[in-house]
């Protein structure tokens, strides 16, 4: 058996993990790369691979950097199968299509301002190839399935990150090789906490927080309230970017939960994403898959998802409309890292306001907006606008729904014996301080891949 990295080696996002076992080709994930204008363009560049020569993909979960390349893939001439957790693969329409929307919105925004003699803009794929992909998708129960392809066996475990999200375990030719996906933290509210491990003779493991360790989760939740209070005080709007899955439940899982506290009631909540109910819809279908408090929060008085101030809003119209309230909204709305998405229109009308609050509650990737911001950009540049922020920031990292530096150590401890492993899905500082750690704490030096490099399980 043996592995090639193709994407997620030396950067967080894009994953993608060619696997050669039994005489089958196999791909683990087929994510966009995200950040930088210059680094998405890396998402038009060939497969280094035959695409049409795959056996199959298996997907760790939903996002859009493990998932997102997919119809790209088909147009490559992939046609092989595309194995999920059963979650997932009923997440991958509502994340797919909403791609393919914003795709072809801004190629259709840069073809407005095409200078002459420029070529036109062309989408990284459409809704008609995200339909062709979705023909593909077989969605799979977490646990054991043999003879997923001859010879080799796959196993799915619950990886606690988002709902459906899988570690994925294969077995062929004598060897087992593990892929962690993106693990959450313990404790993390709706999900299940990550399963372990028994075995591996290779591990790919993510890294993302391999650096650093979260703030209680206590003190966040706290610190959220705080911030909401002041907030109201000063008579601002609250922007937060968010994943339309994952973190936007979350956060509505903590507004449910301090209703009375935190004095919700006042507040005019917008989950502003054509997504949104659908995603509810997929939450509804698969209960089997929170922990015991998450099964009674939704059972009671406010049901998260049905906040009685809560607006859902679709229409292009309704959003635009939420930029009209001067204060006392609470706006969440995607995309996480404020790289695209109707965050966007909402950044550019609310950042020049001093009374307003941005709170980012998840990773911002090196070269994305949201990164800029936290960073403490006093200016930025939206839909080719020059925009002066004088919003107030608040990073909120307790609320991440990647495991941290202690997080990860305690999920690879779990495995006996420490196994060789391969740390990805992590920015260079991240993956050698968590490199470090391990090597000093088991004496396994980890290696750190880069695109192109293949290893032996």
């Known amino acids: ?58 997907l760790s979960h939903a996002h859009i950097d493990h998932c997102g390349r997919l119809p790209r893939l088909v147009m490559a001439g992939f046609r092989g199968p595309i194995y999920a957790q059963a979650a997932t693969a009923d997440l991958l329409p509502i994340m797919l299509l909403d791609s393919a929307s914003l795709q072809e919105s801004d190629a259709e925004r840069a073809n407005r301002r095409r200078r002459p003699g420029q070529p036109p803009a062309v989408p990284l794929y459409s809704r008609q190839d995200v ?3 979705l023909e593909l998708v077989r969605p799979l129960p977490y646990g054991v399935h043999p003879a997923l392809l001859p010879g080799i ?9 988002i709902l459906g999200s899988a570690s994925v375990e294969l077995r062929a030719d004598g060897r087992i090789l593990v892929f962690s996906g993106d693990l959450g933290m313990r404790g993390t509210p709706i ?26 989760r206590e003190a966040t939740v706290q610190e959220l309230g705080e911030i909401l209070h ?3 005080r000063d008579g601002g709007n609250v922007l937060i970017p968010a994943f339309a899955v994952g973190r936007t439940q979350e956060l509505l899982y903590w507004f449910a939960r301090h209703w009375d506290d935190w004095g919700m009631a006042r507040w005019r909540i917008f989950l502003d994403s054509p997504m949104a109910s659908k995603v509810v819809q ?28 809560l607006h859902v809003t679709e229409s292009v119209e309704e959003s635009m ?19 695209g998405g109707r965050i966007l229109h909402h950044m550019r009308q609310h950042l020049p306001h001093r009374q307003t609050r941005i709170v980012f509650v998840g990773y911002q990737a090196e070269g994305t907006l949201g990164r800029r911001l936290v960073e403490g950009a006093r200016w930025v540049r939206i839909h080719g606008h020059d925009v002066q922020v004088n919003a107030q920031r608040h990073t909120v990292g307790g ?59």
């Open 191 to 216: 999900l299940r906490d990550p399963e372990p491990v028994p075995a591996a003779d290779l591990l790919l493991l993510e890294s993302t927080y391999g650096d650093r360790n979260h703030r209680d």
């Open 321 to 339: 409309a939420i930029n009209r309230i001067g204060g006392g909204a609470i706006i969440i709305a995607g995309n996480g890292m404020a790289n």
């Open 153 to 161: 066996d796959l196993v799915l475990r619950d990886a606690g990150h």
């Open 230 to 232: 002041a907030a109201w």
């Open 1 to 58: 058996m043996q592995v090639q990295f193709h994407g997620a080696a030396g950067q967080v996002t894009g994953s993608m993990h060619l696997v050669e076992a039994a005489g089958r080709r196999l791909l683990l994930d087929c994510g966009m790369v995200q950040g930088s204008p210059e680094a998405e363009a890396a998402n038009f560049a060939p497969f280094p691979f035959d695409a049409a020569a795959l056996d199959a993909v298996v």
């Open 282 to 309: 997929v939450y509804d279908r698969h209960h089997e898959l929170f922990d015991a408090e998450a099964r009674a929060a939704w059972r009671g008085t406010p049901n998260p998802f049905r906040l009685p101030n």
């Open 399 to 457: 609320l991440s729904a990647h495991a941290d530096q202690q997080g990860l150590l305690d999920w690879y401890a779990g495995i006996a014996p420490p196994p060789p492993l391969a740390l990805v899905h992590g920015e260079e500082r991240a993956r050698e301080a968590l490199a470090g750690e391990i090597l000093t704490r088991h004496g396994v030096q980890a290696v750190l891949p880069r695109p192109g490099l293949v290893l032996d399980v």
């Open 131 to 133: 339909q062709r992909t």
